[in-house]
């Protein structure tokens, strides 16, 4: 597996810091917003998200609930975009609740629009979104989301949850691929 990688874009010291930092200033907003606990819902977007959603969670010292969704947005061992299929129900009775989507990465943001506009139609009080990384493509227009870890180039990255044909999710570190593991 090893021998696969490219480059280390980001090493597990500067997503351990940047992590700790998203997830302080995410506890900061909750408490500063006077959130009651028992209100507070991460909806994780599986499975790119649960190495992040993991470390993440434990820089809250909130009351939280989790409830995961599933999107496919890549088929197999491709790595370009093709159709989105939710592949799970989307949480419910999140009416009235404080939701903070999570997810791995930002890339054509097809993936958090959809989530978002299904837990939109149940009302929540508030709807937020978080993702470890945002995609920046040259002269495309800006995505936004509520807290960003990092912006990243128009690669494409594996480790730390995220894959290649489900492969190298447990690499500790963000990477890129040689070509000849593509
Ligand atoms: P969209 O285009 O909907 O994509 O914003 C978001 C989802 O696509 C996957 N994705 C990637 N997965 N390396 C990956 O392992 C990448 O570079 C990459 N870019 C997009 C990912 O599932 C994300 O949630």
């Known amino acids: 597996m090893q021998s696969d990688i490219e480059k280390i874009l980001y090493d597990r010291n500067v997503i351990a810091q940047r992590v700790h930092d998203l997830g302080a200033k ?31 969670i434990r ?15 890549y088929h197999g061992k491709s790595t370009s975009s093709k159709d989105l299929a939710l592949r799970s129900e989307i949480p419910q009775s999140l009416a009235g609740k404080h939701v903070i ?10 993936t958090l629009a959809l989530v978002t506009s299904i ?38 990255v594996v480790g730390y949850g995220l894959d290649y044909d489900d492969y190298y999710r447990n690499l500790p570190d963000i990477v890129t691929l040689r070509p000849d593991a593509l």
Do not use: W
């Open 101 to 110: 989507i999570v997810d791995d990465i930002l890339d054509t943001g097809k």
């Open 59 to 73: 820089h809250l010292p909130q009351k939280i609930r989790i409830g995961v969704v599933s999107v496919r947005s």
């Open 119 to 156: 837990i939109s139609e149940q009302n929540p009080a508030s709807l937020k979104t978080c993702v470890l990384m945002r995609k920046r493509i040259p002269g495309a227009p800006e995505l936004q989301a509520d807290y960003i870890g990092f912006d990243i180039p128009d690669e494409f």
């Open 26 to 56: 995410i506890a900061q907003d909750l408490q500063s917003n006077q959130i009651d606990a028992a209100e507070i819902v991460l909806v994780p977007i599986l499975t790119g998200s649960i190495v992040f959603l993991a470390d993440l």
